[in-house]
């Protein structure tokens, strides 16, 4: 049996993962564990909670928000997978933390043979830190690593 960590974050170096993956022959009792990981505005920590008031309402709207795009994501690379392979395992998580520390985690945790992701996130910012995940998973991880790149469009 294989066991896959795909951790995608909805920009379109995650559709091609999912692409790939989809493309991939896989034994038939492969699981999949669908991964989407948010990080909370760094001057918003759970500490901050505790003042109340507005701020905690912002605090509270952004874990909804996270949560449902990070749902809507998971749910969508799901039903991509399962159309190619409906035999596919496949279980959904969206956790909030550090991606590069959760990522690594869950994959420990799920005994993972392999981790999927793209190469580059959202915006600028985001594909310099997704480039440092990857980077990261790459160098850490105690199972293979896919990288998958966004083939030019040329």
């Not at 949560?67 to 959904?92: F, M, P, R, Y």
């Not at 981790?115 to 910012?125: D, E, L, M, T, W």
């Amino acid at each position: 049996m294989m066991k896959i960590v795909l951790a995608i974050d909805g920009s379109s170096f995650s559709k091609v993962a999912v692409d790939t993956l989809n493309e991939m022959t896989l034994p038939p009792s492969t699981e999949i564990c669908i991964m989407h990981v948010y990080e909370f505005p760094t001057a918003l920590g759970p500490e901050l909670m505790a003042t109340g008031g507005s701020l905690n309402n912002y605090y509270e709207e952004f874990i909804s928000g996270a949560q449902k795009l990070g749902d809507k994501i998971v749910s969508d690379a799901a039903k991509a997978l399962k159309s190619k392979n409906s035999a596919l395992k496949i279980t959904e998580n969206v956790v909030s933390g550090l991606p590069k520390r959760e990522i690594l985690e869950k994959a420990e945790a799920f005994n993972a043979d392999l981790i999927v992701v793209g190469s580059q996130g959202q915006g600028a910012f985001s594909r310099f830190l997704l480039g440092s995940v990857s980077q990261y998973l790459a160098t850490h991880a105690k199972c293979s690593v896919l990288i998958v790149k966004e083939k030019d469009q040329n």
